[in-house]
């Protein structure tokens, strides 16, 4: 059975921020579960037992090659894909980098890494990450 197919899946997703204020953005590559070639706040999925700040400093750490700190939790959004027959639900939290520079390690999950200002975001953005991105923009008035 495949947590987000077979049952709804937990998927924590970090909206890293930069000293400038600028946000770290991913593309997602051709092996990723959905959303194929879209931006996103980067994350990933829980695994049993894992408390939601450890899947999300595991997953970038992974795919980063970084080390964060977990702050303030932004929102839970349904992350439903019903094209791709998904289900998710999906807390994100601010985060900032504590060490490293952000690489690509998984290529295969990730095509491209990038900071953007707010405002100046790609249009090309994942379901959750547009919705991610409203909530973080009202909640704190960057633009």
Sequence with gaps: MKRGVDYIGVGVGAIIVDERGRLFLARRGPSAKNERGLWEFPGGSVEFGERLADALRREIREEYGVEIEVGELLDVVDHILPDE????????????????????REPEKCSAIGWFAPSQVPRELTVITRENLEHFVRSHGRS
Excluded: D, L, M, N
Excluded at 85 to 100: D, E, K, L, N, Y
């Design 85 to 104: 027959g998904q289900h998710w639900v999906s807390p994100t939290f601010i985060c900032r980098i504590a060490s490293g520079e952000p690489v690509i």
